[in-house]
């Protein structure tokens, strides 16, 4: 938790990702040796909850595919592509929770609708409340990480390459990270 004071909720309040200070963060592996990383620079988010009960929390996000990097233009270019996201037909993926469940602590299991290419399929997504606080200019802000396991396969992105010494090109499991900054409205 963060060293900030903490901070109590009444009634239902809407909090927004605050871009500038989130990242929306992905890994793959390539040649089954190594990960690829790369993020989405645009994106948006809202969290509707009910006084400082996370698990009353209802989450929408969106992010815009071709917003897609990875270092790399041609691999970029490539993954917008109609291989993978086809970012001229599916410009955004789509995510909007269905239930929210305690662990422990700080920590929740989010369930939610994720939806890539047109294809929308259930996930699960484990969020850590990060700090709760004040900041200087008299706004309430809330830091969490977020992290799940997709098939990309599950989404409709199947392209790869077979390896004369075994194994593919791209692997199938997407590993996203969400570090998120959220300002209440």
Avoid: C
Wanted: proline residues 2%.
């Amino acid at each position: 938790m963060s060293s900030t004071p903490a901070v109590t909720t009444t009634g239902t309040s809407t909090w927004t990702l605050d871009a500038s200070h989130s990242s929306v963060a992905f890994a793959v592996r390539h040649m089954m040796i190594a990960n690829v990383r790369g993020h989405f620079a645009d994106f948006t988010g809202t969290v509707e909850i009910d006084g400082d009960d996370y698990v009353s929390a209802e989450i929408a996000a969106d992010i815009d595919v071709s917003s897609i990097t990875t270092r790399n233009n041609q691999r970029d270019e490539h993954l917008r592509s109609a291989d993978f996201f086809d970012a001229a037909a599916f410009p955004k993926m789509t995510f909007a929770s269905t239930k929210v469940e305690a662990v422990t602590g700080e920590s929740v299991k989010v369930h939610g609708d994720l939806t890539i290419r047109g294809n929308t399929r259930p996930v699960t997504v484990d969020v850590t409340i990060d700090g709760r606080g004040m900041d200087p200019w008299g706004g309430e802000r809330m830091s969490f990480t977020a992290e799940t396991k997709i098939s990309r396969s599950a989404f409709g992105m199947t392209w790869s390459q077979a390896m004369e010494t075994g194994g593919v090109l791209v692997g199938d499991e997407i590993r996203i990270t969400i570090e998120g900054e959220l300002i209440r409205q």
